[in-house]
Every structure is written in structure tokens, then in C-alpha cells.
């Protein structure tokens, strides 16, 4: 039986482009029919074609990812998800912007073996902590508003929803489609609220 390549492609939300990754995996020739793409955010693998590929994909066959954060920014579940890949399933990883996380290098090297977990802890760990950062900056960034009495414009119109959409948005939970529905706006009006609100921080 032929063993096959798939690309995994992950962008946080319907608003951004998946272009980049994509001309790196057909760089690598990987069948434009064996990338699967999910626009969601990466905190966890309940994502639709993740489940896809893991379905099809079988031992012997080789996962091409471009970076490690396009798998999750969670630690354990990345840790998780590559044990299940390449221990239980026998299936191979490729991660391009990391030439050290490429499992069908490793063979029977414990060293090499243990070189490549240890990247993958590594850069699993600064992918969550990249998204608890960011979130946490938000988080002081509100606050600090808040303790120096800032409001919005005289004529604006007070959305309750408004501050934790936009930190939903920022660490990209939600698109911002979703978080203009959630504070009644159009996602124009919601990226114009956001500009002058950020004019106050």
C-alpha cells in the first residue's frame, strides 16, 4: 500500500488568510486534495477538518505542518495529539519551520528521538504562553482604561458586551464577525469602535 502525504493548515478565524501556509505545503508537494484547513482558533482540537484528516490518515503516512502553532497554542493537547499521531497511529510529522520535529528522521537514534520531543515541549509551551501573553496584555490593557475613567465618545452608545468581545476577538476566540453580532454591530462599526477605543489606551 502506498503511503500518502497530507498538509494540515490552521488560521485563527474566517478573516484571515491561509495563502502563506498553503504555498509552503504545495511547496513541498503536498496534493492540494490532502490539505485540510480550519479557520478556528487554536486553544483546542475540537476543530472539523482536524477530525477529517485524522479519519483518513493511516501508518506509514506523513502529517506536513508549517509551524507548530498552526497545530494548537494548548501544551498538553499538542503534546496529546502528537502521541496519538505518531506513537499509536504510526503516523509521520513534518514540521517545515522546524527541520528538527520531523519524525522520519529520528528511526531508532534515542537520541535523536529525545532531541525532537524536547524541541516539541519547548516550542509547545512558548506557543501557550505566546496566547496567555496576549491575552494577559489585553486583560491590563482594559483595565488600566477602566481605572482612568475612559469612555467612549459623548454621542456612543454604552455596549456591555463590547470590552469582552473585543478580548474574545484580540485572542482570537471568536471572528470579528461574531463579535461585531455580539455588540449589535455591523463588523464595520465594530472595527471603527475598536480603533477609537484603542486611541484611549
Not at 506536513?64 to 496529546?80: A, T
Not at 516550542?123 to 482604561?145: C, D, H, K, M, P
Request: net charge positive.
Amino acid at each position: 500500500m502506498t503511503n500518502l502525504t497530507y498538509g494540515y493548515i490552521r488560521v485563527s478565524s474566517k478573516d484571515q488568510n491561509e495563502a502563506r501556509q498553503l504555498d509552503a505545503l504545495t511547496e513541498v508537494l503536498v496534493p492540494r486534495e490532502n490539505i485540510f484547513i480550519d479557520k478556528k482558533s487554536g486553544k483546542d482540537f475540537e476543530r472539523p477538518a482536524w477530525h477529517k484528516l485524522l479519519s483518513q490518515v493511516k501508518a506509514g503516512d506523513l502529517l506536513i505542518v508549517k509551524s507548530i502553532d498552526r497545530l494548537g497554542r494548548n501544551y498538553d493537547d499538542i503534546l496529546e495529539q502528537w502521541q496519538l499521531l505518531t506513537k499509536e497511529m504510526g503516523i509521520h510529522i513534518r514540521i517545515l519551520d522546524m527541520p528538527l520535529l520531523d519524525t522520519r528522521i529520528q528511526g531508532k537514534d534515542l537520541t535523536g528521538t529525545f532531541i525532537a520531543d524536547l524541541v516539541l515541549q519547548i516550542l509547545s509551551y512558548v506557543a501557550q504562553t505566546e496566547r496567555e501573553n496576549i491575552r494577559q496584555r489585553q486583560v491590563e490593557g482594559i483595565a488600566s482604561a477602566k481605572a482612568r475613567g475612559i469612555r467612549f465618545g459623548r454621542n456612543e452608545r454604552e455596549i456591555p458586551e463590547f470590552e469582552r468581545s473585543l478580548l474574545l476577538w484580540e485572542n482570537q476566540d471568536i471572528t470579528a464577525a461574531e463579535a461585531a453580532r455580539r455588540c449589535g454591530l455591523s463588523r464595520q462599526g465594530f472595527y471603527k469602535r475598536v480603533s477609537r477605543y484603542r486611541l484611549t489606551l
